[in-house]
């Protein structure tokens, strides 16, 4: 009884050895990751009459070619981007797309993605850069270490007096895992990028139709 036991430790750890380094092979790919959302709906009549432009963001990260990396155990990586290939214009969406349904004072507000010449009428109109919005990934033995990082700076100018706001918004997340999969990466990076708009949020208030920091 006690041989058999102990065979069939040996081949649970075997079985266990043998998936882990399945699950850790890889060669050179390329993964696209979606972080798009369901659009919000439309705003109600009774919205407080502030007009707000988002214009896309500026790309100024290092490396455009990819967002992060997985290193696998017994060799070979992983590459991720985002669908689209465009980091920056995902991000300027997801703002808007947060501010339509939870924004200052948690309301919607009236917002738009447009270019500069687009936000004649505006009140506020927001642009930012992306320095950093990336993934790191390492498998290790029986475990996947995740680090997600971003950076950004937003701009605001209002229009009734020029004056302008700026944010500079760092976020940092780690995970660790026993079995990887890619939705921990995109699950991870989209917590980072939502812990940024939150800064956003939290860091400045709407006052008279301009966007001020808290005092």
């Not at 075997?14 to 705003?43: H, M, N, W």
């Amino acid at each position: 009884m006690k041989r058999l036991f102990m065979q069939t430790s040996l081949a649970l750890g075997v079985a266990l050895i043998v998936s882990a380094a399945a699950g850790c092979a890889g060669k050179s790919e390329l993964r696209y990751l979606d972080f798009q959302t369901k659009q919000p709906a439309a705003l109600s009549a009774d919205m407080e009459p502030v007009t707000i432009v988002i214009e896309p963001f500026e790309d100024r990260r290092a490396d455009k070619a990819r967002i992060g990396t997985r290193t696998h155990l017994w060799g070979g990586v992983t590459h991720f981007d985002v669908v689209g290939g465009r980091p920056a214009d995902m991000i300027s969406q997801a703002l808007v797309n947060r501010l339509k349904t939870r924004g200052w004072g948690n309301r919607a507000w009236n917002v738009r993605l447009g270019q500069a010449e687009s936000a004649t009428g505006a009140d506020i109109v927001i642009g930012g850069q992306v320095q950093d919005f990336s993934v790191g990934v390492k498998s290790r033995p029986f475990s996947t270490v995740i680090d997600a990082k971003s950076r950004f700076t937003i701009q605001s100018k209002n229009a009734d007096d020029q004056s302008t706001t700026t944010r500079s918004i760092e976020g940092v997340r780690t995970r660790t895992v026993f079995w990887f999969g890619e939705q921990d990466v995109q699950e991870l990076l989209a917590a980072t990028l939502e812990d940024g708009i939150d800064r956003l949020i939290a860091d400045t208030m709407i006052e008279r139709k301009a966007l001020r920091p808290v005092r």
